[in-house]
């Protein structure tokens, strides 16, 4: 699809913002590891911060009690559907792996600590104006290694099922790429709980490529390699980011005389076509999925929805990073795990299919026996992420990187 034809499949489809309410029958996930020991500053005042450690894995407060399929996690926006619990897949499907890469990510865990590392907290990177008239400060978390030269950017969206958008998750994986060269920027977006669907939250992720581009000298970044990484929700962010270079629709706010296309995309579990995420599960819960009214079909049709993610093919086709590919993308790594239960398999190997098929440099890895990498917070499975951070995995994504980020 030429960029042209990119613009003229985006337009015209922006959705109503009558109303709220939250299913949370199917939240995608928080992030892997979330650390509270980043010191903070106001909007006004970022601050920076320095430390040599490297940052422990824990559980969010609150995020990390209860079993699978007991509830959204602690802190989650409760709503409609009355509020239906988490919806973990009882059977998965076992989807083709042959234009992929099946990994046993079994071995040792990430280590830091090898290179100081500055920290610029909450960093007012856009303030747009929510569903209900007010403004927002999103902000961003930035680490930036204390090496020589300018470092290449990437930019992290962690998961929450477009109800939620903690910057603070996954602060260990984000502090090891960090350590490994990168300016690494992890940041809040606007969910469904304030009335945004996803074009305003791509939106967001373009606003905080644009306002770090803007400041590159300030922070020293080298604007002319960023990448986009993301994780569950995030990742779907990360695809969509990826295969909208150049489509006007995503483009608002502020700094717009700034680009915000990426050269590198990494997509962790995310989703892309948002009625099929079930389609490698059990027919309970495909139809769990298809409910109406979930936050992912808010996500689409906007807040306080009645349809389903069934209801409206166009605007699937429309939410769906797929529709945009085209040979002029940028390299694209994708991975999953073969046993996750809450984002169908098949999801990254669709896209990884489509991008293919364009001529897009892309790299698909299956990770064997892998849940979804966030589990550790919303089941109470304590080492469901471990295989996610393990230094096989992270060092396939620092060799991505590096590959098609010049340093």
Not at 182 to 194: D, F, G, K, L, N
Request: with cysteine.
């Amino acid at each position: 699809m030429a960029k042209e034809e990119k613009k003229k499949a985006a337009g015209g489809r922006k959705p109503s913002r009558a109303g709220m309410g939250l299913a949370a029958s199917v939240v995608l996930g928080l992030a892997l590891t979330a650390c509270s020991s980043d010191s903070g500053s106001t909007a006004a005042d970022a601050s920076a911060s320095k430390s040599t450690e490297c940052p422990a894995s824990q559980a969010s407060a609150g995020a990390a009690g209860g079993q699978a399929g007991s509830g959204a996690p602690s802190g989650a926006p409760s709503g409609a559907a009355g509020g239906a619990s988490l919806s973990f897949a009882k059977t998965v499907k076992a989807s083709d792996t042959s234009t992929s890469t099946v990994i046993d990510p079994t071995g040792v865990q990430i280590q830091c600590g090898t290179v100081e590392v500055a920290t610029h907290s909450d960093v007012v990177y856009s303030t747009p104006t929510t569903a209900d008239g007010k403004k927002a400060e999103l902000k961003l978390d930035l680490q930036v290694p204390e090496t020589d030269g300018k470092k290449p950017l990437v930019v992290y969206m962690t998961g929450g099922g477009f109800a939620m958008a903690d910057k603070t998750g996954n602060l260990n994986q984000r502090t090891y790429v960090a350590e490994q060269g990168y300016a690494v920027a992890s940041i809040e977006y606007r969910t469904v709980t304030s009335g945004a669907t996803y074009t305003e939250t791509l939106q967001d992720v373009k606003s905080a490529i644009r306002y770090l581009r803007a400041h590159a000298d300030e922070y020293g970044i080298d604007p002319a390699n960023v990448a986009v990484w993301g994780q569950s929700a995030g990742g779907y962010l990360a695809a969509m980011a990826g295969t909208t270079n150049g489509v006007e629709e995503f483009e608002a706010g502020e700094n717009l005389d700034q680009s915000s296309d990426v050269q590198a995309v990494v997509d962790e579990f995310g989703p892309g076509d948002l009625s099929k995420t079930a389609s490698d599960f059990d027919a309970a819960t495909q139809k769990t999925y298809l409910a109406a009214g979930t936050s992912s079909a808010q996500f689409v049709f906007g807040a306080g929805t009645k349809k389903s993610l069934d209801d409206d093919p166009s605007a699937i086709e429309a939410a769906d990073p797929s529709t945009y590919a085209d040979s002029s993308d940028p390299a694209f790594m994708l991975l999953h795990g073969s046993a996750d239960r809450l984002v169908s398999p098949s999801q990254t190997l669709t896209l990884h299919n489509t991008l293919r098929a364009k001529g897009v440099d892309s790299t698909r890895y299956v990770l064997k026996g892998a849940d979804h990498g966030d589990l550790s917070f919303m089941g109470g499975d304590s080492s469901a992420g471990l295989k996610w951070s393990s230094e096989q995995v992270m060092g396939d994504i620092v060799t991505f990187l590096g590959k098609h980020l010049a340093g």
